[in-house]
């Protein structure tokens, strides 16, 4: 499973920092601790810390060779050690590492520096010892541990930029307009926002000359805010034209780096949809139509009518799940008078737009349904039906309610002319 670039073999090296005293963030607490170490409840909880979070991404997205993390150093043997372990129980707690093939991926833990900068260098010099032995093109990524929301969008960018220019990292573009004072406070310099980038992590770089970039750094005693200040200052200008400056790729504002308490407590966004269908119900025995309600065969002299399979139910879910994440409808992603759709399964659709509802993001709250039904007698399917949503929509069957009423023999539904559905759900992100 190697990255390749057209026929150069290509290995892949992670280091995740994670060595530094989180100050900030147990600024005015007598219990220090080491954020990179709390527990996170992400999307895909499983036990883990924001340590975990921020590795295991890398690992399912990548096939990773070597994985150092860096952990405090302490002088006293006693400290230093339990420091490993509990970097080690912060990394392995996490229940994905259970299942996870290793096979290939070797688990390293370094001891830091006294600096984030030289916590990488050990760190890379014991990476590059370790994959001495490659043949091809060696990448390393070097990202903090105390940002467990990057995406695995972000890790394909960074890597094919630097694939391509050799060095790369995730920026934005800052928000706010940026000044440059001098040391009394004033502005000194009025800075165009569009030539600024905010840079984050994975920062990521051939891996021999950034070792070699660090190593003339620390003869020459410079001190670097990050690892792209050692490629600019000390990588290129000895390539000989070989590489470039260290390349931007676009950057993801949910990749925050946990600095404050504030910064675990992610607001969740919340939508409401609403959907609803109605279907003209047609003698069974004439029309061969069959009564579907959330993908389940409702035993029925009558059916819907309909240009697909006629499952009202299941097309005000869709409708609701698509207004609530404000993709579209069920007629535009299918429209009655495309022939594509005539007698198409109602589950597929469904399942086709909660794919790209769950890929802007999105997950599911719950949904709650109505039917409109004057017979057969809804309740003894309720269970197998709620069932049936909640296998395609990927979720709890607790997350998923549908009740009937009927019409009580009075208008279009009292008199078995039509059945009607209403769906409301709720989207969380």
Not at 46 to 66: E, P, Q
Not at 191 to 206: D, G, I
Not at 220 to 228: I, L, M, R, S, V
Not at 264 to 281: A, C, N, Q, S
Request: with cysteine.
């Amino acid at each position: 499973m190697t990255t390749t670039r057209t026929d150069s073999k290509v290995e892949l090296a992670l280091i995740i920092v994670a060595a530094g005293s989180s100050s900030r963030f147990n600024a005015g607490e007598k219990n220090q601790r080491k954020k990179e170490y709390l527990p996170l409840k992400t999307d895909d909880f499983d036990g883990g810390t924001v340590l975990s979070s921020a590795a295991k991404i890398f690992l399912k997205t990548k096939k990773f060779r070597i994985l150092a993390i860096t952990y405090p150093f302490s002088k006293d043997k006693d400290e230093l050690e339990a420091n490993e372990r509990m970097a080690k129980e912060a990394l392995f707690s996490d229940r994905f590492f259970d299942s996870f093939d290793n096979t290939g991926t070797n688990f390293i833990f370094v001891p830091g520096g006294e600096t984030r900068q030289e916590s990488v260098r050990k760190a890379l010099e014991e990476v590059a010892g370790l994959m001495k032995d490659s043949g091809g093109e060696k990448i390393v990524f070097i990202h903090d541990g105390a940002r467990p929301f990057l995406k695995a969008e972000t890790i394909e960018a960074t890597l094919a930029a630097a694939l391509e220019y050799g060095a790369s990292v995730p920026g934005l573009q800052p928000t706010d307009t940026q000044k440059e004072t001098d040391s009394d406070g004033f502005v000194k310099k009025h800075l165009k926002r569009s030539s600024l980038s905010a840079v984050q992590t994975p920062q990521v770089f051939h891996l021999d000359e950034i070792l070699e970039g660090h190593i003339r750094a620390e003869k020459k005693k410079a001190a670097a805010t990050d690892d792209t200040e050692i490629w600019d200052d000390f990588v290129v200008p000895f390539s000989n034209g070989r590489f470039r400056n260290v390349k931007i790729v676009e950057g993801d504002i949910g990749n925050i780096k946990i600095t404050y308490k504030s910064d675990l407590e992610k607001e969740k966004m919340l939508r409401v949809g609403m959907g609803y269908d109605k279907h003209i119900l047609v003698d069974s025995a004439e029309t061969g139509r069959k009564l579907w309600l959330g993908g389940v065969e409702i035993a029925s002299d009558k059916g819907e009518d309909g240009h697909s399979d006629g499952d009202a139910l299941l097309h005000a879910i869709t409708d609701a799940v698509l207004g609530a994440s404000a993709l579209g409808d069920i007629g535009s992603y299918f429209p009655p008078s495309d022939i594509k759709w005539k007698g198409a399964d109602s589950k597929d659709l469904l399942a086709e737009c909660w794919s790209d509802v769950k890929r802007a993001g999105w997950k599911l709250g719950n949904i709650d349904c109505v039917i409109a039904l004057e017979k057969p007698k809804f309740l003894p399917y309720r269970d197998q039906v709620r069932s049936s949503i909640a296998k395609i929509l990927e979720c709890g069957i607790d997350q998923v309610f549908v009740k009937a009423k009927t019409g009580e023999k009075t208008g279009d539904v009292g008199q078995r002319k039509v059945v009607e559905v209403w769906c409301t759900c709720l989207l969380e992100k």
